[in-house]
């Protein structure tokens, strides 16, 4: 019990430890163009002349391929830009900086972080219960968890990096949480402007024209009517 309240309580602190008015965090919570080309331009200035090599942290090799290349900013400020984004995590900031397509074409993206920060939550209340109980089977590798089972009222939601929606969460055959992108991806496929067949993950629809990758969520694909459904994993 003692341990308990102990780790409710360090969380507790953690978490007052991030809030700040809102005019100290609106700097970190938009993302600017004009630094996410900054970004970029220094980049391409390390890996012209490290000989290719790029500005980025050692991940493991299994890791979400949307975080796993970050930017490392000791390797390119002051020496390519003059300081690290006021966006970034670095720096306070909501997003985490990374690059995607690095053997091709290494373009900076952003990852908001209020995703995982709820994930982290939910994992935590989670592991105080022992296992968390499933409501819906929505495939036979993504489930609709009962998430009163671990003494919330409502289920959680996180805010859409792409639009007004809030995007519910989902547990997968793994034991992780993921983000659930079904609303937005029906969204950009009703615009009619993508070509994307049944098979192939889709999510690239979201962030081919947006600085924001879809990270901590699962793969989708397209059913035989163009609707977007999870990915089934093989």
């Keep these: 019990m003692k341990k308990f309240l102990f780790i409710l309580l360090?969380?507790?602190v953690l978490l007052s430890?991030?809030?700040?008015?809102?005019?100290e965090k609106a700097s970190g919570t938009i993302p600017y163009e004009d630094q996410l080309q900054a970004v970029q331009s220094a980049v391409g200035q390390f890996q012209e002349k490290s000989g290719?090599?790029?500005p980025i942290k050692t991940r493991d090799q299994d890791v979400d391929p949307f975080i796993k290349y970050p930017?490392?900013?000791?390797?390119?400020?002051p020496a390519y830009m003059e300081k690290v984004p006021s966006n970034a995590?670095?720096?306070?900031?909501?997003?985490?900086?990374?690059l995607i397509d690095v053997e091709d074409n290494p373009t900076v993206k952003l990852v908001d972080l209020n995703g995982p920060e709820r994930i982290r939550e939910l994992n935590l209340r989670k592991g105080v219960r022992g296992h968390l109980p499933i409501e819906e089977m929505i495939t036979k590798d993504v489930f609709k968890p009962n998430f009163s089972a671990i003494g919330l009222k409502e289920a959680p939601t996180v805010k859409s990096p792409y639009s007004s929606n809030e995007l519910p969460l989902v547990l997968s055959s793994d034991g992780e949480f993921y983000i659930d992108y079904t609303a937005d991806l029906h969204?950009?496929?009703?615009?009619?402007?993508v070509d994307v067949?049944?098979?192939?993950?889709i999510r690239h629809i979201l962030y081919d024209d947006q600085p924001i990758l879809p990270a901590y969520s699962l793969p989708y694909t397209v059913d035989e009517d163009g609707n977007p459904v999870f990915l089934e994993q093989k």
Excluded: T
């Design 17 to 23: 430890g991030c809030m700040m008015p809102d005019k």
């Design 71 to 77: 930017i490392d900013f000791s390797k390119i400020v």
């Design 10 to 12: 360090a969380s507790v």
């Design 187 to 193: 969204k950009k496929l009703l615009e009619g402007e």
């Design 197 to 201: 067949k049944p098979g192939e993950d």
């Design 89 to 98: 995590y670095e720096n306070g900031g909501i997003y985490q900086y990374v």
């Design 52 to 54: 290719g090599l790029l």
